[in-house]
């Protein structure tokens, strides 16, 4: 189904089932333990083997030889396969850095060998005793220090341009040019990486921990250099992926290795502290942003440069995407600069672009509005924008930025704060108010899905959507439900099997909207089947409700319209062009409340509240679990969250969840969330949008500005550690 016209009425509009605040339907298998993840697939009878990483030492340079010969005669070895013994493996597409091979080291705990054992324990001993003889060479680890070396992340392409900024900027009557800073940040989902592979003949079966079930089978089959068609890969539950589990990873590549060679399947976890270097991280960014406005609080200019770095061959962390998209002025410009470095891999990490490039712009305005003596939500009010910026025949789909703003302050009572800084204290505590916009942009991502109707009366759903946690199940479910007219329990969700039709996967807050709108297409497509079963020209006057088919008087089970044999149907959601001449962007607000000891600098964060515009919310009890989350990740990279670079060895030095600090239930005490209610019908014939990363952009800058608030001290470098308080 082509989606290139504006949704109409349609079954889901229903909202029997779309729209209810059902509980995961899957909470059941995961609260009793029978939801089965990557490393506890287990075959009574099968004897499984274990294998164990060995990371590469140095962060640039080359090996000169692995000696295997100890590890290999430790108790309990069965194989060891080696980088420089396995040729040179290919590189899949999604991937920078090489998974596994070559003698040329791209950056520290890349993977250089794998030991096989009966045990992990015995793989682990087994790991220690590889030798490897190798020459370390300088490498760039500074961002900070490389960027001047910087250069466009595409040679050729030009800096976002509307107007004239220079021009404009420099006779504004009121000006604001500062720079900020974000540091490398790592994913730090709860279930590192895991794969279980097995070779049948030169076919290749793969259980892992996948957001993108698609991406992974093709760049696996790449990198092993066989044939697509011969792999298989299982992904059906998730323990968190955060954008860590987008592309293929070492642990699925040295399972294959390793069960060629063992002749037994094998299974690899990532160990904890190998997540951090191994794999890839959110890279840091330097961040200057520079506005003039009229008296009036009207912004005339506006320019947002960003800085980050990259592997050879990587890419530019995306920070400027809201500001040439969030709010109104006539002369602007944004620009992007890549700095080459020798640290692990740098790439997408919840909510890429924005949630850094949030961190910066929105501390930004605050400081800005209060150059202007406006109030903070006042003054993002006055600068709304209805169409995008850059090119204003462009309209947004639909945007109720200014409605979160509004609903917000009221809820969260903005009016009580006091506009000077350091003028509320309790005690030892002094208390602060601070508000940042939310800001992410809508993809959409073609998306099958295959429903079956058997003769019960059952509806299945097949597709290699994945569920990160974030209810996938449960909406696709919902969406079956709808448009079949059957009860939720009458549907059956199988996701995650690269055997079922292609989905959107999940990533970049497309999965939710993107898949369901497959589903919607094969669910019409199963409509049509039973009306040429029943002898209809087509489904158009046909009513699917209660488990039964319609049409006038007529009525019947769905179960005997399906018939012994049962339908099925297939199709696949594209979408057209009104991602081109519509803006889709989702749209929030989010306000918070600090408290910050006087003596030590301690932050404690007291009150959150997130109003969304995401277009319609298909469960609204999902959908504000995404959220909280998000928001306690926005937590996390104002406060907490950094990974410290080792600037003369190049790696991650802090690779644990001891020394990576992301928030605890301690740490959280009160979250809010408010949806708006709204449709929006350029976006799929769901009329829903993406979520959950909408409820991180912003959040860490609006604590950022809370903290200045409650203390007048504006930290422009993040996290906000209580050494930059005192
Ligand atoms: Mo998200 S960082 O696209 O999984």
Known sequence: MKFDTPATTNPIDQLKAVGQPIHRIDGPLKTTGKAVYAYEWHDHGTRYAYGYIVGSPIAKGRIRSIDATAAKSAPGVIAVVTSDGTGELKKGKYNTAKLFGGTEIQHYHQAIAVVVAESFEQARAAAALVKIDYAEEKGVFDLAAAKDTAVKPKEGEPDSAAGDFDAAFDTAAVKFDQTYTTPDQSHAMMEPHASIAAWNGDELTVWTSSQMVDWWRTDLATTLGIDKEKVHIMSPFIGGGFGCKLFLRADAVLAALGAREAKRPVKVALPRPFLMNNTTHRPATIQRIRIGAGRDGKITAIAHESWSGDLPGGGVEVAVQQTRLLYAGANRMTAMRLATLDLPEGNAMRAPGEAPGMMALEIAIDEMAERLDLDPVGFRILNDTQVDPENPERPFSHRDLVGCLRTGAERFGWEGRIRQPASRREGNWLIGMGVAAAFRNNLVVASGARVRLDREGIVTVETDMTDIGTGSYTIIAQTAAEML?????????????????????????????????????????????????????????????????????????????????????????????????????????????VAVDVATGETRVRRMLAVCAAGRILNPITARSQVIGAMTMGVGAALSEELVVDKERGFFVNHDLASYEVPVNADIPHQEVIFLDETDPMSSPMKAKGIAELGLCGVAAAVANAIYNATGIRVRDYPITLDKLV
């Open 485 to 593: 007219g059957v009860p939720i329990d009458k549907v059956a969700v199988s996701l995650g099997d690269s055997r079922f039709p292609v989905s959107s996967g999940s990533g970049g807050q497309f999965g939710g909207n993107s898949s369901t709108a497959g589903v919607y297409a094969a669910c019409v497509k199963l409509r049509e089947a039973v009306a040429q079963k029943l002898g209809f020209n087509n489904a158009d006057n046909l009513v699917f409700a209660d488990g039964e088919v319609r049409s006038g008087d007529r009525r019947m089970p769905l179960s005997q319209a399906a018939g012994d044999e049962g339908l099925v149907a297939e199709d696949r959601i594209e979408f057209g062009k009104l991602t081109e001449t519509h803006q889709q962007s989702t749209f929030g607000a989010h306000f918070v409340e």
